[in-house]
T-cell receptor, first 115, second 111 residues
Framework: EPEVTQTPSHQVTQMGQEVILRCVPI?????FYWYRQILGQKVEFLVS????????KSEIFDDQFSVERPDGSNFTLKIRSTKLEDSAMYFC?????????????FGDGTRLSIL | GDSVTQMEGPVTLSEEAFLTINCTYT??????LFWYVQYPGEGLQLLLK?????DKGSNKGFEATYRKETTSFHLEKGSVQVSDSAVYFC??????????FGSGTKLNVKP
């Protein structure tokens, strides 16, 4: 069964550094998402992306964050200047064309640790 | 706005006990409803779904029925196993393709 893949599985970065998290969504999916989950807390929506543009973003997704689909397969989340509170699991998800009954499929996540 | 509310955990049960995790939602229109499961150290996996009123989603012995009259989608399992220990998330997808997740309910099953 096709999967969403994320790399790396664990990223350790110094505070203030830029970090790029990578995702390869399922190939025929058109909607892409990033979520984060701070340890032991709820899954928080960051951003959704469709047709090469952001379709929705949360208040968490400030100017430090950006997303990009640089080619036909990758979907990246960039944090320009990381803060300690950015430490979390980051999950990428994708879903098929916007038919209401289609679920999101999640990757296994990237654990981001900011030192 | 649209939202999902689920019971707080943790829920601790003995093996073979009956499980219910409550989930209610607020949404305009006709959302699709989902349960996701997160095992320790892993990502979210789709457990089951229901796309219209009175639909019952089922998988791995888990069931949930889409109840429009009570705006609920409670997760049930007749006999839990230790391997069911995980965090369970209720979610909806509304007519604008937005997803909303509940806060998650941690289930601990003891042998």
């Amino acid at each position: 069964e096709p999967e969403v893949t994320q790399t790396p599985s664990h990223q350790v970065t110094q505070m203030g550094q830029e970090v790029i998290l990578r995702c390869v969504p399922i190939s025929n999916h058109l909607y892409f998402y990033w979520y984060r989950q701070i340890l032991g807390q709820k899954v928080e929506f960051l951003v959704s992306f469709y047709n090469n543009e952001i379709s929705e973003k949360s208040e968490i997704f400030d100017d430090q964050f950006s997303v990009e689909r640089p080619d036909g397969s990758n979907f990246t989340l960039k944090i320009r200047s990381t803060k300690l509170e950015d430490s979390a699991m980051y999950f990428c998800a994708s879903s098929e064309e916007g038919i209401g009954n289609q679920p999101q499929h999640f990757g296994d996540g990237t654990r981001l640790s900011i030192l | 706005g649209d939202s999902v509310t689920q019971m707080e955990g943790p829920v601790t049960l003995s093996e073979e006990a009956f499980l219910t995790i409550n989930c209610t939602y607020t949404a305009t229109g006709y959302p699709s409803l989902f349960w996701y499961v997160q095992y320790p150290g892993e990502g979210l996996q789709l457990l089951l779904k229901a796309t219209k009123a009175d639909d019952k989603g089922s998988n791995k012995g888990f069931e949930a029925t889409y109840r429009k009259e009570t705006t609920s989608f409670h997760l049930e399992k007749g006999s839990v196993q230790v391997s069911d220990s995980a965090v369970y998330f209720c979610a909806l997808r509304n007519n604008f393709n937005k997803f909303y997740f509940g806060s998650g309910t941690k289930l601990n099953v003891k042998p």
